[in-house]
């Protein structure tokens, strides 16, 4: 990239890094790495003032969909529940369809990438459940969400 071949470059990261890890290898990784983003995504989300709140990102399916995937599992919404809200995400996507397959090829990924994959949303769970001992541990012990802050917004969300 920084001799000038940025295309060339995030090719190479999406073929050689990003594909054969797949969506749900990126959300592990996420899990593992981007914990600081995560606890600030919290930290707005337990303060009252801040509502109402928008998530999102590019396609509203990865990183948001990760996030809002954390939130509804600290909420105890079923993972059925989840993962119907997660796929019905991909027919918002079909409109703008093409132009993101263009722009996913020209990176290195294929056109999964465009996609909501079936099984994320459990495949994400279960990693939660085995990696970190559940999603009340996942966030206080790996993100920094304290429990306090964790009842916060479930009172909050839940109007309790």
Do not use: W
């Not at 918002?92 to 994320?120: Q, S």
């Amino acid at each position: 990239m920084a001799l000038g071949y940025r295309i060339e470059a995030v090719s190479i990261i999406g073929t050689e890094v990003m594909q054969p890890r797949g969506l749900t290898g990126l959300a592990f990784d996420t899990l593992a790495s981007s914990t600081m983003e995560i606890f600030s995504v919290f930290r707005l989300l337990a303060d009252e003032k801040n509502y109402p709140v928008m998530i999102h990102c590019t396609q509203g399916k990865d990183r948001t969909g990760l996030i809002v995937l954390l939130l509804l599992s600290m909420l105890e919404v079923p993972v059925a529940a989840i993962a119907a809200d997660y796929r019905a995400s991909e027919r918002e996507l079909e409109v703008e369809m093409e132009e993101r397959l263009d722009e996913l090829r020209k990176g290195g990924l294929e056109a999964d990438f465009a996609r909501c994959p079936t099984g994320f949303v459990e495949a994400v769970v279960a990693e939660i459940e085995n990696k970190y001992g559940g999603i009340e541990r996942y966030l206080n012990e790996k993100v920094g969400v304290d429990e306090g802050m964790q009842r916060k917004i479930r009172s909050i969300m839940l109007h309790q």
